[in-house]
């Protein structure tokens, strides 16, 4: 069973920059699918990026532009960096795999917040 644990959230003033990091407790090189969500309070969680094994990526389009996945299959390591934050970017941001290219992911960090002030 691999774990997700996620780190890099934190307070940030609007047009600031993050980077979230996912660590795997085991190798992602199996993982055909690699994203980012985040969940504001009160709504359903939104798929803010995803990776697949051969690198192929997709944002959702209120990030494209400031938002880069990027996943190291040496490292073990999936990332997210954040430029020109918004106070709308403000949510819980979790990582997540799966196995199959399509479908629901089986795995799930803990979370960890981002918080951008205006």
């Known amino acids: 069973q691999v774990q997700l644990v996620e780190s890099g959230g934190g307070l940030v003033q609007a047009g600031g920059s993050l980077r979230l990091s996912c660590a795997a407790s085991?190798?992602?090189?199996?993982?055909?699918?690699m994203g980012w969500y985040r969940h504001f309070l009160g709504k359903q969680p939104e798929l803010v990026a995803s990776i697949t094994s051969g690198g192929s990526t997709n944002y959702a389009d209120s990030v494209k532009g400031r938002f880069t996945i990027s996943r190291d299959n040496t490292k073990n390591t999936l990332s997210l960096q954040m430029n020109s934050l918004k106070p709308e970017d403000t949510a819980v941001y979790y990582c997540a795999a799966r196995a199959t290219l399509f479908g629901d992911y089986d795995y799930w960090g803990q979370g960890t917040q981002v918080t951008v002030s205006s």
């Open positions: 085991g190798s992602i090189f199996s993982f055909n699918a």
